[in-house]
Every structure is written in C-alpha cells, then in structure tokens.
C-alpha cells in the first residue's frame, strides 16, 4: 500500500530527502571536500557555504515546524548516487586532478539542491504555505549563488590544468 496520498504527504517526503542532503553536506561531506582541495578560492567558497549549508539545514526544520511536523529525513538515493560517483571518479584519477573532480562533483550537487528546492516551493506555493516558500527562496538563493561561483572557479581551473598540459 502506498504511504504517500496527498500532495502534503508528498511535500513532507520530500522535504524529508533534502533535510538528508544537507546534513549529509554539513557533517560529512563538506568538510571532507574543504580537506583535500588544494585551490585557496575554491576552499574558501567550500567553507562560506559549508556555513551556509548549516543554515539550511535549521531553515529546513523551520519549513517542518511551520506544517507542525516533526523532522523527519529520508535516505536521499539520488544524492548517495552522486557520492557513490564521485568517490569511484576520485579512485580512477590521479591527485594532480582532484580540484577539478571535487569541483564538478559540487557544480552535479548545487543542481541537484535547485531542482529539489525549485520543486519543494512549487509544491509550498500551491499547498498555500507562504511562510515555507520564504525559508525555501532562502535556501533556493544561496544554492544558486554557490553553483554560479562553482562554475566561476571551475572555468579557472580547467583553463590552468589544460595550460599545464602544454
Ligand atoms: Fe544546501
Ligand atoms: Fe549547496
């Protein structure tokens, strides 16, 4: 029998799979990126939205307070597929490279936090909840901003790596 039958139920879920993603960017992945990158301006914008990713994870927890639900987070598949792609990419390259597999892996990443958060405030919008819209705009912001700069430095840092080639 299927547990999801309306679309509050189906935004609850949802918001379940994001509250998942970013605590798994907040506690673990994050902070393993920032220790292993070498380029500094690719470091610093991975710690300004590690603080950032904190933020979002408390204003996820608003969006559950403002229905009166608890927060739940459910195991997100399409983010663990990500991850499990990154690490098998990492293991297949040599470590000269790595900025430019951890920045392509956070430019997948930030895309798939804007489509979730595009969708969750569709989904806000038309259930009337004004006040989750707000939270999630905040988040939707900081997402897109994040991959802005993320393509910013990978335009960079792909032009260094290939000069160095030659
Ligand atoms: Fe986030
Ligand atoms: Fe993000």
Same mark, same amino acid.
Do not use: W
């Given at each position: 029998?299927? $547990? ?87 293991? $297949? ?74």
């Amino acid at each position: 029998m299927p $547990e999801i039958t309306n679309p509050r139920e189906l935004f609850l879920h949802e918001l379940g799979d994001i509250l998942y993603v970013e605590q798994k960017l907040a506690d673990e992945v994050l902070p393993k990126l920032i220790s292993e990158v070498s380029d500094d301006e690719f470091r610093n914008g991975l710690e300004g939205h590690l603080r950032e990713t904190r933020g979002h994870v408390e204003n996820v927890k608003k969006v559950f307070a403002e229905l009166d639900e608890m927060p739940k987070a459910e195991p997100c598949l399409g983010f663990e597929g990500l991850k499990k792609e990154h690490d098998k990419l990492k293991s $297949e390259t040599t470590p000269d490279l790595i900025d430019s597999v951890d920045l392509g892996a956070a430019a997948r990443t930030e895309s798939y936090e804007i489509a979730a958060y595009e969708g969750l405030r569709r989904m806000a919008k038309a259930l009337g909840e004004d006040r989750a819209v707000d939270l999630l705009d905040k988040n939707l912001a900081e997402e897109k901003e994040a991959l802005r700069l993320v393509e910013k430095i990978a335009t960079r840092v792909s032009k260094e790596s290939a000069q160095a080639l030659a």
